[in-house]
């Protein structure tokens, strides 16, 4: 079967994996070198320095490309030196449009890194795309989605996104953390790159930092290989190495923090101390029809409040859990919580934060992959203690 005939269960396992020319090694080996003899000046096997390619970080890359149905794929040091790739392709005077629930890594990397040189950021509320219009101007290079949103939840529309770039000739990027391929995949919507922190899903095992750039456009993909090459942030052969081994089992692992995240959201939307549950995939969540159009599921992320609003019943429930570990981070097999307003969006000024839905009360839950009843009963117990 040709690979780009593939089925998404089979391409995790095979697109961009052959076993090894030296030895026919199935997995791909740890190519653990710097360096790579030369023949002569020029005649060589493909590779020459490992912060320009690396054989495990290749097939991780051709992986990566091939479940966003996109060509080009490269791998950084983090989410974040994926995002600090992209944004080095503006010009002092650029200027972007962005979400105003991003992510706070994000927001912070816009904000006081970029901003420093030139480059202004614009945060409006995204699920409705007339804000996104009225923030055009000339000046206007680069349209910066994250669906679903963190912590909120909220979805964009891509097609819509990608409607409006085109025709003011934007490029548009997608931050695709929270579906992974498995559940949504931009560049068939429209978009231009896509985005992950694949520290999060695709990783899958919270063992690895790391970030990936996919895209279709040839252009596109020089500048980038461009620039990844010339900064450096690439990530090493042994995380490539674990990220390989941790996607083989994205289609199964999704599948089951979907599942238990769907018993988690109705739960805890049908408990009496809880007030506010965000998940996109109640019927009467803003957007729930446009997730349904352009994800397959609605991943294991839920974001919820107290009644009260009360910052120390939110300490005191996160402090209580058996199951569900306080921590930073999400999408790996164990289930975690977080506190976003003092965590993950602590960098995002307290009126903006909290203007945007980011409040002391919220819990961000990633739901991990463990028995079902583990978890509803150790969000009983917390819960009972308020």
Same mark, same amino acid.
């Given at each position: 079967?040709?690979?780009?005939?593939?089925?998404?269960?089979?391409?995790?396992?095979? !697109?961009?994996?052959?076993?090894?020319?030296?030895?026919?090694? &199935?997995?791909?080996?740890?190519?653990?070198?710097?360096?790579?003899? %030369?023949?002569?000046?020029? =005649?060589?096997?493909?590779?020459?320095?490992?912060?320009?390619?690396? @054989?495990?970080?290749?097939?991780?890359?051709?992986?990566?490309?091939?479940?966003?149905?996109?060509?080009?794929?490269?791998?950084?040091?983090?989410?974040?030196?994926?995002?600090?790739?992209?944004?080095?392709?503006?010009?002092?005077?650029?200027?972007?449009?962005?979400?105003?629930?991003?992510?706070?890594?994000?927001?912070?990397?816009?904000? /006081?890194?970029?901003?420093?040189?030139?480059?202004?950021?614009?945060?409006?509320?995204?699920?409705?795309?007339?804000?996104?219009?009225?923030?055009?101007?000339?000046?206007?290079?680069?349209?910066?989605?994250?669906?679903?949103? =963190? @912590?909120?939840?909220?979805?964009?529309?891509?097609?819509?996104?990608?409607?409006?770039?085109?025709?003011?000739?934007?490029?548009?990027?997608?931050?695709?953390?929270?579906?992974?391929?498995?559940? %949504?995949? @931009?560049?068939?919507?429209?978009?231009?790159?896509?985005?992950?922190?694949?520290?999060?899903?695709?990783?899958?095992?919270?063992?690895?930092?790391?970030? !990936?750039?996919?895209?279709?456009?040839?252009?596109?993909?020089?500048?980038?290989?461009?620039?990844?090459?010339?900064?450096?942030?690439?990530?090493?052969? %042994?995380?490539?190495?674990?990220?390989?081994?941790?996607?083989?089992?994205?289609?199964?692992?999704? %599948?089951?923090?979907?599942?238990?995240?769907?018993?988690?959201?109705?739960?805890?939307?049908?408990?009496?101390?809880?007030?506010? &549950?965000?998940?996109?995939?109640?019927?009467?969540?803003?957007?729930?029809?446009?997730?349904?159009?352009?994800?397959?599921?609605?991943?294991?992320?839920?974001?919820?409040?107290?009644?009260?609003?009360?910052?120390?019943?939110?300490?005191? &429930?996160?402090?209580?859990? =058996?199951?569900?570990?306080?921590?930073?981070?999400?999408?790996?097999?164990?289930?975690?919580?977080?506190? @976003?307003?003092?965590?993950?969006?602590?960098?995002?000024?307290?009126?903006?934060?909290? /203007?945007?839905?980011?409040?002391?009360?919220?819990?961000?839950?990633?739901?991990?992959?463990?028995?079902?009843?583990?978890?509803?009963?150790?969000?009983?117990? !917390?819960?009972?203690?308020?």
């Amino acid at each position: 079967m040709a690979k780009d005939k593939m089925r998404f269960g089979t391409k995790v396992i095979h !697109a961009g994996i052959e076993p090894d020319s030296a030895t026919g090694a &199935v997995m791909t080996p740890i190519y653990q070198t710097s360096t790579y003899a %030369q023949k002569s000046l020029g =005649n060589h096997k493909g590779f020459e320095y490992s912060r320009t390619s690396n @054989p495990t970080r290749k097939a991780l890359e051709d992986n990566i490309a091939a479940l966003e149905n996109g060509k080009y794929g490269l791998c950084f040091a983090s989410g974040l030196a994926a995002i600090d790739a992209v944004l080095k392709t503006l010009n002092s005077g650029d200027e972007v449009i962005s979400t105003n629930d991003l992510y706070g890594g994000s927001y912070r990397l816009f904000t /006081k890194i970029f901003e420093n040189f030139g480059i202004k950021f614009h945060f409006v509320p995204m699920h409705d795309m007339t804000a996104v219009e009225e923030a055009i101007n000339a000046n206007t290079k680069l349209i910066w989605v994250e669906t679903p949103t =963190n @912590p909120m939840m909220n979805i964009i529309d891509i097609k819509a996104a990608s409607t409006i770039s085109k025709k003011h000739d934007l490029i548009l990027v997608v931050d695709n953390t929270f579906s992974t391929p498995y559940l %949504q995949r @931009p560049l068939d919507l429209g978009a231009d790159i896509v985005m992950h922190s694949i520290t999060k899903y695709m990783g899958g095992h919270s063992d690895v930092i790391m970030g !990936a750039l996919i895209c279709k456009d040839d252009k596109i993909a020089k500048k980038l290989y461009f620039i990844q090459n010339s900064s450096g942030a690439v990530c090493g052969p %042994q995380d490539s190495f674990l990220v390989l081994r941790g996607i083989k089992t994205l289609h199964l692992r999704m %599948q089951r923090h979907c599942e238990n995240g769907a018993e988690i959201a109705h739960y805890l939307r049908n408990h009496s101390k809880v007030n506010k &549950v965000y998940w996109p995939g109640f019927e009467d969540h803003p957007n729930h029809h446009i997730a349904k159009e352009q994800m397959s599921g609605f991943s294991g992320i839920i974001s919820f409040t107290m009644n009260g609003d009360s910052l120390d019943d939110a300490n005191m &429930v996160m402090s209580s859990f =058996n199951v569900f570990t306080l921590a930073e981070s999400l999408g790996g097999v164990e289930s975690l919580c977080c506190h @976003p307003a003092s965590m993950t969006h602590a960098a995002i000024p307290k009126e903006e934060r909290e /203007k945007a839905g980011v409040v002391p009360s919220l819990i961000r839950l990633s739901v991990g992959v463990e028995d079902i009843e583990d978890l509803k009963e150790d969000l009983e117990q !917390a819960l009972a203690l308020i």
